[in-house]
């Protein structure tokens, strides 16, 4: 079911005392001193959720990844590298009104970080990598003892965005989780325009396409209407 409620302007102060955290950007996960694994996002989504949070009047934290953008007028910003310190720093700052996930967080980081950069071996073209799983941020917030009012998920798929983003929503036991479509010359990483599908049980509502200012400016009042609801 759609809904039609999308569209209402909502005012300056309408999530005043309300605290709002954010987690943005990617994840780096070391190989070695000169080497990592990580992933095409930028930040600007999740930026761009926490400035409209802030717009709206909420005590905003953001928890970044490696990223090259501002930080927003009157968030609290606070900086990782790894999915490990993005756990930490996340369970850290709850309790919250809400946690909205639009980090692109590693799903595996390397066993073991070689204390050297690691070297060519003579004989051998191949380097195996042993990769273990991270921590699951966003379903360890919904279960938590200071699990915020309104947990929100992004789901980034290549293909059958709504049948995996509807799993993600029940697996992880979230209120709301946002879509969209990465790939390819699709949307959703580094591009400054997205376009989500907002779903939740029994209903979904699409933001944009547009910039991501305005997609989340449109997510964030979504979430405001819930957390008023
Ligand atoms: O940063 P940009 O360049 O602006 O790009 C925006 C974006 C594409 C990164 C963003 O819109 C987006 O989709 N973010 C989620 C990316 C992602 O990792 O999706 P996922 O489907 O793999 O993960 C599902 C959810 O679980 C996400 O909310 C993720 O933050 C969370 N997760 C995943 C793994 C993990 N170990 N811990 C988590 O909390």
Redesign the pocket.
Known sequence: MSDASAGKALAASTLAGKRVLV???PTFEDIDPVRFVGN???????FAVAAAARALGAEVVLVAGPVHLDTPDGVTRIDVRS?AQMHTAVLGALPADAYV???????FTPRRVSEHKIKKTAGSDTLVLELVR??????EVAAHARRPALVV?????THEVERYARG?LAN?RLDLI?A?L?GGAQG????DD?ALVVYWEGGERQLGPAA?TEVAAQLVQLIAERLQA
């Open positions: 987690s943005a950007g095409r996002s930028s930040g600007k989504m999740g999915a996930a639009a980090a692109a967080v590693a799903d991270t921590p699951d941020i966003l379903a998920g992004f789901a980034a798929e993600k992880k946002a969209n990465v959703g990483f580094e591009r997205n991501k």
